[in-house]
Structures are given as C-alpha cells and as structure tokens.
C-alpha cells in the first residue's frame, strides 16, 4: 500500500507579547530635573550677577549673566540635551533688558525691566487659563515625559490650570514688589535684596509646586519607583 505523503508543518503562531509598561520616572529623578532646570536658569545667573556686581560693577555683571545663559543654551546644544524652555524663556528675557538698556545707555533701565518682564509673564500665564493649554502644560514636558493622555486627564488638567494660577500670581507679585524696591531703596541695596528675595521666591514656588505635582502624579500613578543599580524591573518586582 503506498504511504500517504507526510502532512506539511504547520508553523507555530509567536505568542503576542503584552505591551511592556511606560517608564514612570520617580520623585527622586524628577525633583533632580526640575532642580537642575532652576539651578541652571535662575539660581546661578542671579548669584553670578551679584558676585561681579559686588566686585566689578554693574555693566560686567550684566554680560556675565548673559554670558552664563548663552553659554549653557550652547552647552546643551554641542551635548544632545534638551534646552528646558525656562532657560530659554530667562535668555531671551535678559536678552531683550539689555539691549534695552545698551541702547538707552541706562543701568536704571536695566533694573526696571524686570518689573515689565515679570508683569508680562504674569499676564500671559494669566491669559493662558483661557485656553486649552494653560502655560504650565507647555512646560510640563521639559520636567516629565509627557503624553496626550496623561495631559488630558482630569486630575492633571487640574492641576496644569491650578500651578498657572500661581505663578500668575507670583510674576505679577514680583514686578509689583521690585518696582516697589527700585523707588525706594538704594542701587546697592536694590540689587541685594531684590537677589535675594527674589531667589527665595522662585525656590518657595518650586518647591510647591514639585509637591502638589508629586501628590497628583501618585494619585495617577504616574511615578515609578527607583530602581537600586544594576536590578532588573522584575527582580525589584518580585522583591516588592
């Protein structure tokens, strides 16, 4: 009797592999973010113009804030690093008081600028509550990684329209308290206490503003956990 050809193999269908969860950056890598942004855009120009400002004057302490700035847009830019849009935002703000200030050859200029720039901001956070958007969600992306869906939930639309309120508040606070200072204090003891003061007033703000984030992003879920150096994800979850 003749053998009945072998029946052909039928090839085995690849299990579909689940898709991987997204990454959720912890507390930890996101205050260090948001730390680094500060630091780079605010802390130290403000220390860096003072510092010349007590050694060498007005005028070299005013390009050496420039310089500072320009130079860490580059630095990144060489380096493959996202420019956070709140250094950028500080540079073209320091760009725009010293042009101002060259062309009308006035230091005072200078210092009065930031009580129309810190007024501006405030009223363009304001009019941002308006719309879609509010300011604080087109710069969310530079502090975590963003996405439509996690934009569009309730608690975090919240929250954007809630954080651009207060610093709405704070840039028209601030214009009203340095044009405050300016009209009553000393050149020496304007630029002292207007550094300082405003440095705390930036730092406050964060902090606040880091924390009510970190409360709605665990109420979301939307923060991993550190992962110790060399675990793997599912060693840290069968540990857990």
Known sequence: MAAHPAAPAVPATPAVQPDPAPHRPSLGSVVRRVSSSLLVAVVVPAVLFYGVFALAGVWPAIVAALLWSYGAIGWRLVTGRRTSGLLVLAAVLLTGRTLLSVLA?????????????????????????????????????????????????????????????????????????????????TLETFVLVKSASMLAINVLAAVATVALAAFVAGREGLLGSPLAPGAAPDAVRLRA
């Open 105 to 185: 050859d006035s230091t005072w200029l200078y210092f009065l600028q930031p009580v129309i720039s810190d007024g501006v901001v405030g009223l363009l956070f304001l009019l941002s509550l308006a719309s879609a958007r509010p300011m604080v969600a087109r710069l969310a992306g530079d502090f975590y990684p963003m996405d439509l869906e996690i934009a569009m939930r309730p608690r975090i639309r919240r929250l954007f329209w809630h954080l651009t309120a207060l610093w709405a508040a704070l840039g028209i606070g601030k214009a009203a308290l340095t044009l405050w200072l300016l009209q009553t204090q």
